[in-house]
């Protein structure tokens, strides 16, 4: 099983989303012969939270990783101690970012997440450039990779394919890309790679909005399509090695990006831009089931692999296996999904195939404050009229009855979530 897992890619640089460059043959490929996630959502729009989402299949709220540097508490059953128990030889390459170890520092044994085999970096942005990858192994050892980022961290993946074709593995392969780098504020491409995406599609928020997008879109793009060239060696290698009937590919991101056009970062924020992610699987069980519509929460991925895999799901866990869905249909599948914002705010939305309902606690800090009794209301969107969420139509008397149906649903879920009760006062 491998988790191809990129860092702030939105849904709309693919092809089967309507991105006209041809950046993603690969992913393409995979959504339309395996199991294409139409609608998938992060549940925070951060790093590290969404890490820990990842690791755990809790909330941040649950584990307390509501901002980056924190570390998985060691109650957390994690998704590689599930598959170390079930025998499998678990791997992790790449960004790791749950650490409460210094930015540049190797992360110690035991705030790894139980991943046997180790060759990553708590924050790669900060220890490593474009061509310039460093990581740490199992020792703490730092060892310098050769080539882009992107490839010499695909580089990594197969030789720990190919070292253990013979067993049952999980690798989680976790890039930068198409994350900015963070000492110079650019997202740098491969050599080319900008010049050759310069003056390309721009999606319609952007185009509106504008924000850094003219300043970056092209690196951006560039590094997209060296992800999605990588995904293919990937693929390639498991061809090779006689193992791609056999081992499950997932490909999803940790949050997408609005390249600051609604506030002051790339992220953070309830709004389709930072929270919507291309998901694809490919392999035994997912081959050939097509399209899912229904809205799929990045919580809702942990629980999927280990079910895929036949790995009992620890009964902690807050998302829910999507294999029924894939399988056939799920009448009980939820018609919304969960947003928990930090750092910009404390802010809570509920995501419904229609509709987008957002609040603040304005009198709390976002670096701080895990929650808060008392809301806002900040956004509600009408996505069927207005897909790019330009028009605010919180303080519209017309759509009041909507507003209040959404606020109930919202702080159902929040509760559900493990939060407590709140209140959110009018637009």
Same mark, same amino acid.
């Given at each position: 099983m491998i988790v191809f897992f990129t860092d702030q890619q939105r849904w709309d640089t693919?092809?089967?989303?309507?991105?006209?460059?041809?950046l993603t043959p690969n992913f393409d490929r995979m959504a339309a012969t395996g199991t294409h996630l139409y609608h998938t959502f992060t549940c925070q729009p951060l790093c590290g939270p969404a890490r820990s989402v990842m690791q755990t299949g809790l909330y941040p709220t649950t584990t307390g990783c509501y901002t980056n540097r924190q570390t998985l508490p060691p109650q957390a059953v994690t998704l590689a101690e599930c598959f170390n128990e079930a025998g499998y030889k678990t791997g992790? $390459?790449?960004?790791?970012?749950?650490?409460? @170890?210094?930015?540049t520092a190797p992360v110690p044994e035991a705030e790894r997440g139980g991943?046997?085999?180790?060759?990553?970096? /708590?924050?790669?942005?900060?220890?490593?450039?474009?061509?310039?990858?460093?990581?740490?192994?199992?020792? /703490?050892h730092p060892q310098r990779l050769p080539g882009y980022r992107v490839d010499a961290l695909a580089d990594a993946a197969i030789r720990f394919i190919d070292q253990h074709k013979q067993d049952p593995f999980l690798l989680f392969l976790s890039f930068l890309e198409p994350h900015h780098q963070n000492d110079r504020d650019d997202y740098p491409p491969p050599l080319v790679y900008r010049e050759t995406y310069a003056n390309g599609w721009i999606p319609p928020d952007l185009a509106v909005l504008g924000g850094s997008s003219r300043e970056h879109l092209s690196?951006?793009?560039?590094?997209? =399509? =060296?992800?999605?060239?990588?995904?293919? =060696?990937?693929?390639d290698a498991l061809v090779s090695l006689g193992l791609s009937?056999?081992? $499950?590919?997932?490909? *999803?991101?940790?949050?997408?990006?609005?390249?600051k *056009? =609604? /506030?002051?970062?790339?992220?953070?924020? @309830?709004?389709e831009s930072s $929270?919507?992610?291309p998901t694809a699987f490919s392999g035994p069980g997912f081959d050939r089931r097509g399209q899912i519509r229904e809205l799929v929460s990045l919580i809702d991925l942990p629980p999927t692999l280990l079910d895929a895999a036949g790995i009992p799901v620890p009964p902690a866990m807050q998302g829910r296996s999507l294999m029924p869905l894939v399988r056939g249909s799920d009448p009980r599948w939820p018609d919304d999904v969960f947003i928990q914002i930090s750092v910009s705010q404390v802010g809570r939305a509920i995501r419904t195939k229609r509709w987008k309902y957002g609040v603040t606690?304005?009198?709390?800090?976002?670096?701080?404050d895990i929650g808060s009794s008392a809301y806002v209301e900040e956004y509600l969107y009408d996505l069927q009229a207005d897909p790019y969420e330009l028009n605010n139509l919180c303080s519209r008397e017309e759509y009041r009855q909507v507003a209040e149906e959404l606020q109930d649903r919202l702080l159902r879920r929040m509760v559900q979530a493990g939060e407590k009760l709140a209140t959110v006062a009018r637009f």
């Open positions: 693919t092809g089967v989303h309507g991105n006209p460059l041809g992790y $390459i790449g960004k790791w970012h749950l650490s409460t @170890c210094p930015p991943y046997r085999e180790w060759l990553a970096a /708590n924050a790669l942005e900060l220890v490593s450039d474009a061509y310039n990858t460093v990581l740490y192994d199992n020792d /703490n690196g951006y793009y560039g590094m997209v =399509r =060296r992800l999605d060239e990588s995904l293919g =060696r990937v693929q009937e056999d081992t $499950i590919v997932l490909f *999803t991101s940790d949050h997408a990006c609005h390249f *056009t =609604r /506030n002051e970062e790339y992220k953070r924020s @309830c709004h $929270i919507r992610v606690a304005p009198d709390k800090d976002g670096r701080t």
